[in-house]
Protein backbone atom coordinates (compact mmCIF):
# COMPACT_ATOMS: atom_id res chain seq x y z
CA UNK A 1 0.00 0.00 0.00
CA UNK A 2 1.08 3.66 -0.59
CA UNK A 3 1.30 6.78 1.73
CA UNK A 4 -1.01 9.76 -0.01
CA UNK A 5 2.33 11.67 -0.23
CA UNK A 6 4.42 8.71 -1.88
CA UNK A 7 1.71 8.99 -4.28
CA UNK A 8 1.83 12.63 -4.86
CA UNK A 9 5.36 12.53 -4.80
CA UNK A 10 5.66 10.00 -7.28
CA UNK A 11 2.71 11.35 -9.49
CA UNK A 12 4.48 14.61 -9.18
CA UNK A 13 7.78 13.48 -10.71
CA UNK A 14 6.00 11.89 -13.80
CA UNK A 15 4.46 15.02 -14.56
CA UNK A 16 7.99 16.99 -14.25
CA UNK A 17 9.69 13.67 -16.65
CA UNK A 18 7.02 14.70 -19.52
CA UNK A 19 7.42 18.62 -18.66
CA UNK A 20 11.52 18.09 -19.30
CA UNK A 21 11.04 15.68 -22.25
CA UNK A 22 8.66 18.06 -24.00
CA UNK A 23 11.16 20.58 -23.08
CA UNK A 24 14.33 18.74 -24.47
CA UNK A 25 12.70 17.70 -27.52
CA UNK A 26 11.26 21.41 -28.24
CA UNK A 27 7.54 20.02 -27.86
CA UNK A 28 4.78 21.88 -26.10
CA UNK A 29 3.99 19.94 -22.79
CA UNK A 30 0.56 19.51 -23.03
CA UNK A 31 1.47 17.77 -26.57
CA UNK A 32 1.88 14.15 -24.30
CA UNK A 33 -0.82 12.71 -22.39
CA UNK A 34 -0.34 10.51 -19.12
CA UNK A 35 -2.41 7.23 -18.94
CA UNK A 36 -2.04 6.29 -15.67
CA UNK A 37 -1.91 2.38 -15.70
CA UNK A 38 -3.99 1.29 -13.08
CA UNK A 39 -3.76 -2.49 -13.01
CA UNK A 40 -3.03 -4.42 -10.02
CA UNK A 41 -3.81 -1.66 -8.20
CA UNK A 42 -6.84 -0.89 -5.96
CA UNK A 43 -9.91 1.32 -6.66
CA UNK A 44 -8.81 3.29 -3.45
CA UNK A 45 -5.37 3.91 -5.20
CA UNK A 46 -6.90 5.15 -8.42
CA UNK A 47 -9.41 7.04 -6.63
CA UNK A 48 -6.29 8.50 -4.42
CA UNK A 49 -4.81 9.77 -8.19
CA UNK A 50 -8.43 10.89 -9.38
CA UNK A 51 -8.14 12.70 -6.25
CA UNK A 52 -4.80 14.43 -7.43
CA UNK A 53 -6.30 15.28 -10.80
CA UNK A 54 -5.83 12.69 -13.09
CA UNK A 55 -8.31 11.45 -14.80
CA UNK A 56 -7.15 8.75 -17.71
CA UNK A 57 -6.73 5.40 -16.62
CA UNK A 58 -5.24 2.03 -18.53
CA UNK A 59 -6.32 -1.68 -17.31
CA UNK A 60 -5.11 -4.84 -18.78
CA UNK A 61 -7.45 -7.69 -17.48
CA UNK A 62 -10.94 -7.05 -17.79
CA UNK A 63 -11.63 -9.51 -14.56
CA UNK A 64 -9.81 -6.88 -12.37
CA UNK A 65 -10.84 -4.23 -14.20
CA UNK A 66 -14.87 -4.28 -14.61
CA UNK A 67 -15.22 -4.75 -10.67
CA UNK A 68 -12.74 -2.09 -10.12
CA UNK A 69 -14.76 0.54 -12.71
CA UNK A 70 -18.26 -0.17 -11.04
CA UNK A 71 -16.51 0.50 -7.29
CA UNK A 72 -15.07 3.58 -8.85
CA UNK A 73 -17.94 4.72 -9.94
CA UNK A 74 -20.42 3.81 -7.38
CA UNK A 75 -18.23 5.65 -4.73
CA UNK A 76 -17.98 8.52 -6.88
CA UNK A 77 -20.21 9.26 -9.47
CA UNK A 78 -19.08 12.59 -10.59
CA UNK A 79 -15.81 11.68 -11.43
CA UNK A 80 -15.55 11.65 -15.31
CA UNK A 81 -12.67 9.07 -15.36
CA UNK A 82 -11.54 8.08 -18.76
CA UNK A 83 -10.89 4.36 -18.80
CA UNK A 84 -8.21 2.86 -21.63
CA UNK A 85 -8.21 -0.98 -21.80
CA UNK A 86 -4.75 -1.86 -23.01
CA UNK A 87 -4.24 -5.42 -22.68
CA UNK A 88 -4.48 -8.96 -25.13
CA UNK A 89 -7.81 -9.04 -26.28
CA UNK A 90 -9.72 -12.70 -26.56
CA UNK A 91 -13.04 -12.49 -28.79
CA UNK A 92 -15.52 -13.55 -26.73
CA UNK A 93 -14.35 -10.67 -24.44
CA UNK A 94 -15.05 -7.73 -26.56
CA UNK A 95 -17.94 -7.21 -25.62
CA UNK A 96 -17.73 -5.75 -22.44
CA UNK A 97 -14.76 -4.08 -23.59
CA UNK A 98 -16.57 -2.07 -26.11
CA UNK A 99 -19.39 -0.92 -23.54
CA UNK A 100 -17.28 0.27 -20.65
CA UNK A 101 -14.31 1.91 -22.00
CA UNK A 102 -13.66 4.98 -24.15
CA UNK A 103 -10.55 3.56 -25.25
CA UNK A 104 -8.96 0.34 -26.17
CA UNK A 105 -5.19 0.77 -26.93
CA UNK A 106 -4.66 -3.12 -27.98
CA UNK A 107 -6.64 -3.93 -31.30
CA UNK A 108 -4.33 -5.75 -33.35
CA UNK A 109 -6.61 -7.87 -35.67
CA UNK A 110 -9.60 -6.73 -38.13
CA UNK A 111 -11.68 -9.20 -36.69
CA UNK A 112 -11.61 -7.55 -32.59
CA UNK A 113 -12.16 -4.26 -34.52
CA UNK A 114 -15.21 -5.31 -36.04
CA UNK A 115 -16.39 -7.12 -33.17
CA UNK A 116 -15.65 -4.13 -30.79
CA UNK A 117 -17.67 -2.02 -33.80
CA UNK A 118 -20.63 -4.50 -33.80
CA UNK A 119 -20.84 -4.48 -30.09
CA UNK A 120 -20.18 -0.68 -29.15
CA UNK A 121 -24.03 0.34 -27.73
CA UNK A 122 -25.43 2.86 -29.77
CA UNK A 123 -26.13 6.39 -28.08
CA UNK A 124 -22.32 5.84 -26.52
CA UNK A 125 -19.52 7.88 -28.71
CA UNK A 126 -17.60 5.91 -31.03
CA UNK A 127 -14.80 3.79 -29.27
CA UNK A 128 -11.01 5.38 -29.83
CA UNK A 129 -8.75 2.90 -30.92
CA UNK A 130 -4.99 2.37 -31.54
CA UNK A 131 -3.84 -0.25 -33.81
CA UNK A 132 -0.95 -2.31 -31.51
CA UNK A 133 2.62 -2.75 -33.38
CA UNK A 134 4.97 -4.95 -33.15
CA UNK A 135 7.82 -3.15 -34.05
CA UNK A 136 10.52 -5.78 -32.01
CA UNK A 137 9.87 -8.45 -35.14
CA UNK A 138 9.55 -10.74 -32.02
CA UNK A 139 7.37 -13.85 -32.39
CA UNK A 140 6.68 -13.91 -28.90
CA UNK A 141 5.46 -10.14 -28.97
CA UNK A 142 1.50 -8.76 -29.56
CA UNK A 143 1.05 -6.47 -32.48
CA UNK A 144 0.64 -6.99 -36.21
CA UNK A 145 3.09 -6.67 -38.06
CA UNK A 146 4.05 -3.17 -39.46
CA UNK A 147 3.73 -4.59 -43.34
CA UNK A 148 0.18 -5.27 -42.44
CA UNK A 149 -0.41 -1.70 -40.49
CA UNK A 150 -1.42 -0.07 -43.46
CA UNK A 151 -4.03 -1.89 -44.88
CA UNK A 152 -5.28 -3.14 -41.37
CA UNK A 153 -5.57 1.02 -40.28
CA UNK A 154 -7.33 1.74 -43.88
CA UNK A 155 -10.14 -1.14 -42.96
CA UNK A 156 -10.37 -0.45 -39.28
CA UNK A 157 -10.45 3.42 -40.40
CA UNK A 158 -13.75 2.29 -42.42
CA UNK A 159 -15.67 0.91 -39.02
CA UNK A 160 -18.16 3.73 -37.88
CA UNK A 161 -18.54 2.74 -34.06
CA UNK A 162 -14.70 3.17 -33.92
CA UNK A 163 -12.63 6.03 -34.30
CA UNK A 164 -8.88 4.81 -35.35
CA UNK A 165 -6.62 7.37 -33.35
CA UNK A 166 -3.12 6.09 -34.29
CA UNK A 167 -0.35 3.32 -33.32
CA UNK A 168 0.53 1.62 -29.91
CA UNK A 169 3.73 -0.23 -29.51
CA UNK A 170 5.62 -1.94 -26.63
CA UNK A 171 9.32 -2.66 -27.04
CA UNK A 172 10.91 -5.66 -26.45
CA UNK A 173 12.37 -5.37 -22.87
CA UNK A 174 15.77 -4.40 -23.50
CA UNK A 175 18.83 -2.77 -21.28
CA UNK A 176 20.04 -0.66 -24.18
CA UNK A 177 17.47 2.82 -23.97
CA UNK A 178 19.00 3.43 -27.80
CA UNK A 179 17.25 0.17 -29.15
CA UNK A 180 13.77 1.73 -28.16
CA UNK A 181 14.40 4.61 -29.12
CA UNK A 182 15.15 3.17 -32.91
CA UNK A 183 11.51 0.77 -32.18
CA UNK A 184 9.84 3.97 -30.92
CA UNK A 185 11.43 6.05 -34.37
CA UNK A 186 9.59 2.48 -36.31
CA UNK A 187 6.38 3.67 -35.09
CA UNK A 188 6.64 6.58 -35.54
CA UNK A 189 7.70 6.80 -38.96
CA UNK A 190 4.81 4.31 -39.70
CA UNK A 191 2.31 7.48 -37.91
CA UNK A 192 3.40 9.29 -40.42
CA UNK A 193 2.97 7.25 -43.55
CA UNK A 194 -0.46 6.72 -42.85
CA UNK A 195 -0.91 10.34 -42.01
CA UNK A 196 0.43 10.77 -45.31
CA UNK A 197 -2.08 8.45 -46.88
CA UNK A 198 -5.12 10.54 -45.36
CA UNK A 199 -5.78 8.88 -42.17
CA UNK A 200 -7.01 11.63 -39.47
CA UNK A 201 -4.56 10.11 -37.18
CA UNK A 202 -3.24 12.14 -33.56
CA UNK A 203 -2.34 9.50 -30.97
CA UNK A 204 0.80 7.79 -30.81
CA UNK A 205 0.63 5.56 -27.85
CA UNK A 206 4.12 4.32 -26.40
CA UNK A 207 6.36 4.88 -23.72
CA UNK A 208 6.07 3.80 -20.50
CA UNK A 209 7.73 4.33 -16.70
CA UNK A 210 11.34 2.93 -17.67
CA UNK A 211 11.57 4.64 -21.16
CA UNK A 212 9.00 7.46 -21.22
CA UNK A 213 11.28 10.11 -22.10
CA UNK A 214 12.85 8.03 -24.87
CA UNK A 215 9.48 7.82 -26.44
CA UNK A 216 8.72 11.38 -25.63
CA UNK A 217 12.03 12.44 -27.88
CA UNK A 218 10.90 9.76 -30.58
CA UNK A 219 7.25 11.82 -31.08
CA UNK A 220 4.99 10.07 -28.45
CA UNK A 221 1.63 11.75 -27.63
CA UNK A 222 0.96 9.12 -25.20
CA UNK A 223 2.83 7.84 -22.32
CA UNK A 224 1.32 4.75 -20.57
CA UNK A 225 2.89 5.25 -17.04
CA UNK A 226 1.83 2.47 -14.29
CA UNK A 227 4.87 1.44 -11.53
CA UNK A 228 6.58 4.93 -11.58
CA UNK A 229 3.43 6.44 -10.64
CA UNK A 230 2.16 3.74 -8.03
CA UNK A 231 4.63 1.70 -6.68
CA UNK A 232 6.03 -1.24 -7.51
CA UNK A 233 3.26 -3.99 -8.46
CA UNK A 234 3.31 -6.91 -5.73
CA UNK A 235 2.04 -9.47 -7.77
CA UNK A 236 4.10 -10.88 -11.50
CA UNK A 237 1.53 -9.67 -13.54
CA UNK A 238 3.13 -7.58 -16.57
C1 LIG B 1 1.78 -2.54 -17.47
C2 LIG B 1 1.74 -1.78 -18.74
C3 LIG B 1 2.21 -0.47 -18.79
C4 LIG B 1 2.84 0.26 -17.61
O1 LIG B 1 4.06 -0.32 -17.28
P1 LIG B 1 5.03 0.37 -16.17
O2 LIG B 1 6.35 -0.19 -16.50
O3 LIG B 1 4.51 -0.06 -14.85
O4 LIG B 1 4.94 1.82 -16.38
C5 LIG B 1 2.09 0.21 -19.99
N1 LIG B 1 1.55 -0.37 -21.08
C6 LIG B 1 1.09 -1.64 -21.07
C7 LIG B 1 0.50 -2.21 -22.30
C8 LIG B 1 1.19 -2.38 -19.89
O5 LIG B 1 0.75 -3.64 -19.90
Redesign the pocket.
Known amino acids: MNGQFELRERYAAVLRQINDACALANRSPDSVRLLA?S?TFSAAEVLALAQLGQRAF?E?YLQEALPKMASIHAERPDLPLEWHF??PIQSNKTRPIAESFAWV??VERLKIAERLNDQRPAGMPALNVCLQVNVSAEASKSGCAPEEAANLAGAIAMLPNLRLRGLMT?PEAAADPSLHSRRFAVLRRLFEELRARGLALDTLSMG???DLQTAIAEGSTMV?????IFGT?ATKL?
Open positions: VKGNIGHSIMSSRVGSARA
